[in-house]
């Protein structure tokens, strides 16, 4: 269970890479063939089930194209 979620403004991104360069767990990935409506490469949230909600990404993004949020963890009863 992820206990973060990544979500990228496609609309102040501008496919720099730092994101998916710094993820510690490699949950961001730039795919071939995916761009922005403005011909940036644009990542995508390859594995959120690794996100551990760090930020590391968001702090990053020189765009501030990047939003973490944590999920609360929920007790297994």
Do not use: N
């Amino acid at each position: 269970m992820s206990k973060g979620e990544i979500t990228i403004d496609e609309g102040r991104c501008k496919g720099c890479g730092y994101c998916v360069h710094f993820c510690p767990r490699q949950c961001i990935a730039m795919p071939p063939g995916k761009f922005t409506s403005r011909g940036y490469a644009l990542p995508v949230v390859a594995k959120p089930e690794e996100c551990t909600g760090c930020g590391i990404c968001g702090w990053m993004c020189p765009d501030e194209a990047i939003e973490v949020y944590r999920l609360a963890a929920s007790k297994g009863r």
